[in-house]
């Protein structure tokens, strides 16, 4: 691991209707029970960043905010039994998470950043969920879980709206994924192991290419800040130009990833994951699909990756109880070696 890019390392062991059955499961922690990122000892299997880039919250067994310049807790939220995504909306004010277990209905929350309190509990998923996605203006909330369980939520009134192209007669192992583009105006579908994406118009619901996928499994989707590159990670690692809709590149040398970013400014790709306990985070060109960087090939277990909207810092995170939260400066992870 390149020590002058590491800023921090977490070195010791990652709706039914309105929340209020239970009330809140649990506000602000105080100050004498916060804790630090190097002290922490969860596990993460997501993470995100706040609009702002000054928070970062992390899923796994409870969900977790952070401040990411004071590198320490600011608030926790209990009450899911196994959280595997989380997400901002884009102004920030309300948290979503998705999780549960694999022979139990999936959870689906909805949260209050400022106070910590249970917003909603949306109900439908039968099973786990996996993928956790708000609209670019924060109106609709997208999730997917084991299928057929490609969803769409209003945000305001806390409904299930119809999926543009989905058939409920479809049955797919695996996980669903969903990714808006970022002028919220296509949407990727892919309903499980063995499918192709779907990308839709997601105003009509028409279905304007179908993207092939080599691969057997999808774990997750991401298209760059220009809505013209869409990434899949899974058994395959793709990239694809959407314009055309043909794959622009398998990317080689790293097998089996499982989760993906773009930076904010389009130039690059980040993937984490890999074969030998998933050890690797890299850094690639969207353009030329040529790597460009690796940040770690000696992290075990990544889950997650995310960059912050400033496009400073670069998180993983890990169900590896020794380093289960790591940040990058991305300036110095993404700069050639010198004398190259």
């Not at 630090?36 to 880039?53: A, C, E, Q, R």
């Not at 948290?95 to 999936?106: C, D, F, K, Q, Y």
């Not at 080689?252 to 690797?280: M, R, W, Y």
């Amino acid at each position: 691991m390149n020590a002058m890019a590491l800023l921090s390392v977490a070195m010791i062991s990652g709706c039914g209707g309105q929340g209020g059955g239970e009330g809140p499961t649990r506000a602000a922690s105080s100050s004498a029970s916060k804790r630090f990122l190097n002290d922490f000892k969860g596990d993460v299997w997501s993470l995100t960043f706040s609009p702002d880039s000054k928070t970062l919250a992390t899923g796994g067994s409870e969900i977790i905010i952070w401040d990411v310049a004071g590198k320490q807790e600011v608030l926790s939220f209990s009450g899911n039994k196994h959280v595997f995504r989380v997400c901002f909306s884009p102004d920030g004010k309300i948290l979503a998470s998705g999780g549960g277990r694999a022979t139990e209905p999936g959870e689906l929350k909805l949260w209050d950043v400022a106070s910590g309190k249970e917003l909603c509990d949306l109900q439908g998923h039968s099973r786990w969920i996996a993928s956790v996605e708000f609209s670019p203006d924060g109106k609709i909330l997208a999730s997917g879980g084991l299928g057929p369980a490609a969803k769409l939520w209003n945000v305001t009134t806390h409904k299930e709206l119809p999926v543009p192209g989905e058939s409920q007669s479809i049955r797919r192992d695996g996980f669903a994924h969903l990714a808006f583009s970022r002028d919220g105006k296509l949407l990727a579908l892919v309903h499980g192991s063995g499918d192709d994406i779907h990308l839709l118009n997601r105003e009509s619901g028409k279905e304007l290419k179908k993207l092939p996928y080599p691969g057997f499994r999808i774990d997750a989707l991401a298209f760059s800040p220009d809505n013209l590159t869409l990434a899949a990670a899974g058994s395959d690692t793709v990239v694809y130009d959407v314009t055309s809709g043909k794959v622009r590149s398998v990317l080689q040398g790293h097998i089996q990833a499982n989760c993906l970013a773009f930076h904010p400014s389009g130039k690059f790709l980040v993937t984490g994951g890999g074969l030998d306990e998933a050890k690797e985070v890299k850094l690639w060109d969207p353009q030329t699909c040529k790597e460009v960087a690796t940040a770690t090939n000696k992290l075990p277990n990544v889950k997650s990756v995310a960059i912050s909207p400033d496009g400073k810092t670069l998180a993983a995170g890990t169900t590896n109880s020794k380093t289960p939260l790591v940040l990058w400066d991305f300036e110095s992870i993404s700069r050639p070696p010198a004398g190259k």
